[in-house]
RNA sequence: GGCUCUGUAGCUCAACUGGAUAGAGCACCUCACUACGGAUGAGGAGGUUUGGGGUUCGAAUCCCUACAGGGUCACCA
């Protein structure tokens, strides 16, 4: 089970992509090239690529773009700020994207023409998906995520899990690339066993029709119950003297569950009738959650399906020597050599355990999709030595793709009480977590009336794009890799950094636009106008919006795209402050501000979208 | 103890991957207000980036070290 909630790892600064120049605004790009060429004209020398560094200029200068000179003062064999300026000066003349600069220290601030800005905001009003690139422009990728534990209910850890792998899929989508999202279902083992033989002895039959009950939650209910007389026969046992270790092992009902997994090995129909019944109502259950929490799978694996095939990948090794058995007929694989211990693969009585499994999966996946160029592994941290191990394992067996697999790790959910624990009752349900942000998210729009007209149906509906919403950018403006604090109750605060104040000002956008009935894609302005601070940096965040997908998919973090759509956002609020737009008289102006306006929203939305997060018309 | 990750405002998080005076949101304080949608705006205060050393034009970021915290080291998954 891959469920348990935890942290970060390698991530940091190991891309496979690493060329610079393929994402990059078309603006620095072409500031770039200006540079190299002046800079060649007047050094007679030619800089390399990295070390032009072009950036955003600080709100306390003049300027949009910044070059940093520095590391291009040795070459020059000039000062900084004489570098600095003799550049400047070259390029106002070379460059009809620069209109003036302004040197400070070794940095050389560029202010852009309006010409620039409205070539690229042009640019943007025709695409129809600002941000995506060419679809399977980029190679294909796998991305696992969910994996749970068919014996516990989903909880807030899950929630986290599961909004990442797929807020990760649609990134890499936007990027270009072909996704296939997946999930391993660990459907087999003792821990299925327990729940089937606690709810045999003690359900009576409860169904999830006969109780009402959601078929995950009463199957959960019977694996409590397992643990519960589990516990109570240790306690009896020790009582009369055995060890606490003896009793375990010897409780009766544990036994039982070990027999029944030794029928259902043998393929016994009654008991796999059973486990089928149990499993299909569990899967019911998740179903339900998933549709609630927005989320969809291209393909289940199951871990029953694959176990076979990663014990016959063991085999293959042992008999390659790159394994080797001990006396008891268990099979290892020695990784010392890799700072790593030795680690189990096959048990002395030949079943499958957690790892075995996995080397199946993962050289069937490679198998059922050829053209796969990379597997994703969305797990908690806590994993973190597990996927080390099966990667170099992979590697080990000679599998081409050993070194195609990656771990996104992501860091626990803490509570402000501390750790979710199950035993002590510390868990947050996905289920009940969920009905609790729409019904808070439901009160706030009833009590501020602004959807009094609205149906029935249209207030469920919101209630749940801005409940749901909030939960989801709560969880993902978090750098995955690191532990992150769940407060229940600044969660459902909808001021700032959240969701419900993003969805807020799209909507606003969406109203404006809606009065004015105009057409976008033929927007046009005098390149005589000014453009102010704020419509700067407006046009910016719009622009810049497809370099910051492309980081993120690299990344694999939407952390990135959650905050840049909120920079946006802000900046957007302030420009709606003293910026009219309908009221603007001048026409050029108008349609300037309209451009920014409208492409707000768009990009905006778009960035939601791959959040998994929807934006209202109205709210 | 070994390995690994983390440490930034009172709290929750950023920081364009080594760039300028480290930024936001909560919370706190002061103002503004018949609104292209008030779920509002403007401003203030809050920091020796855990401590110490090093690398260089330049460090929250890289290296060493100390301290603190998380994770992991199962014939569990």
Not at 6 to 20: E, I, K, Q, T, V
Not at 238 to 265: N, V, Y
Not at 557 to 572: E, G, Q, R, T
Request: hydrophobic residues 40%; charged residues 25%.
């Amino acid at each position: 089970m891959r469920w348990r909630l935890c942290a970060l790892h390698d991530g940091r600064g190991s891309s496979p992509f690493a060329n610079r120049h393929s994402s990059m605004t078309t603006i620095d790009q072409r500031l770039t090239d200006a540079v190299l060429d002046t800079f060649e004209s007047l050094f007679d020398k030619r800089p390399a690529l990295a070390q032009i560094q072009i950036q955003t200029t600080r709100q306390e200068f003049e300027g949009d773009r910044t070059l940093v000179v520095f590391p291009l003062a040795g070459l020059a064999g000039k000062p900084p700020h004489v570098a600095a300026q003799m550049l400047g000066e070259a390029l106002v003349e070379s460059c009809d994207w620069v209109d003036s600069f302004d040197v400070v220290k070794g940095f050389l601030n560029l202010t852009l023409s309006t010409a620039c800005w409205k070539e690229s905001l042009t640019q943007a009003l025709a695409s129809p998906s600002w941000g995506h690139a060419q679809p399977g422009s980029r190679s294909k990728v796998m991305v696992e995520y969910s994996s749970p534990n068919t014996n516990k209910p989903l909880h807030l850890g899950h929630l986290r899990n599961n909004f990442l792998g797929f807020s990760v899929a649609n990134i890499l989508e936007a990027a270009g690339h072909e996704v296939v999202k997946v999930q391993i279902i660990n459907d087999r083992g003792i821990h299925i066993c327990k729940s089937m033989v606690a709810w045999l002895k003690m359900g009576n039959g409860e169904t999830p029709e006969s109780s009402g009950l959601k078929g995950d939650k009463l199957v959960g209910k019977y694996y409590v119950a397992f643990d519960k007389q589990h516990k109570h026969e240790v306690l009896e046992l020790t009582s009369q003297g055995l060890s606490t270790q003896d009793a375990e092992a010897q409780s009766p009902i544990l036994r039982e569950a070990r027999a029944m997994l030794q029928r259902w090995e043998e393929g016994d129909s009654e008991v796999v009738d059973l486990w089928r019944t149990m499993n299909g109502w569990v899967y019911d259950g998740f179903e339900e959650t998933y549709r609630a929490m927005g989320v969809t799978f291209d393909k289940l694996y199951y871990e029953s399906d694959t176990y076979l095939l990663g014990k016959k990948y063991v085999e293959e090794g042992l008999a390659k020597g790159v394994f080797h058995s001990k006396e008891d007929g268990s099979v290892w694989v020695d990784l010392t050599e890799d700072g790593l211990d030795q680690k189990l693969l096959l048990r002395g009585d030949g079943t499958a355990v957690y790892m075995t499994q996995d080397i199946g999966t993962a050289i069937l996946r490679f198998e059922d999709y050829p053209g796969l160029d990379r597997q994703i592994y969305t797990v908690g941290n806590e994993q973190e030595y597990h996927f080390k191990v099966l990667f170099l394992v992979l590697a080990k067996l000679g599998f081409a793709q050993a070194d195609r697999n990656h771990h996104l790790s992501y860091g626990m959910v803490e509570l402000p009480e501390g750790k979710m624990k199950s035993r002590e009752g510390t868990v947050v349900d996905a289920d009940d977590l969920l009905l609790e942000m729409r019904s808070t998210a439901r009160d706030i729009s009833d009590e501020l009336g602004k959807t009094a007209d609205f149906s029935e149906q249209e207030k469920e509906e919101l209630a749940r794009q801005v409940g749901h919403g909030a939960l989801k950018y709560f969880l993902l403006k978090v750098s995955p890799g690191k532990s992150m604090m769940f407060d229940p109750k600044s969660s459902i605060d909808f001021f700032g950094n959240t969701a419900p104040f993003i969805q807020f000002n799209v909507v606003r956008c969406k109203s404006i636009l809606r009065s004015l009935e105009v057409d976008l894609s033929s927007l046009t302005w005098s390149d005589t106008i000014h453009m102010d601070s704020l419509e700067r940096q407006l046009a910016w965040g719009v622009i810049s919006f497809p370099d910051i997908v492309l980081e993120a998919a690299e990344a694999y973090d939407p952390s990135h795209i959650a905050n840049h759509c909120y920079d946006l956002i802000k900046v957007f609020s302030s420009f709606y402050q003293d910026h009219p737009i309908s009221k603007e008289e001048n026409p050029d102006i108008r349609s300037m501000r309209l451009a920014l306006c409208a492409l707000t929203a768009s990009t905006v939305t778009h960035g939601m979208h791959m959040l998994g997060i929807e934006l209202p018309d109205r709210m």
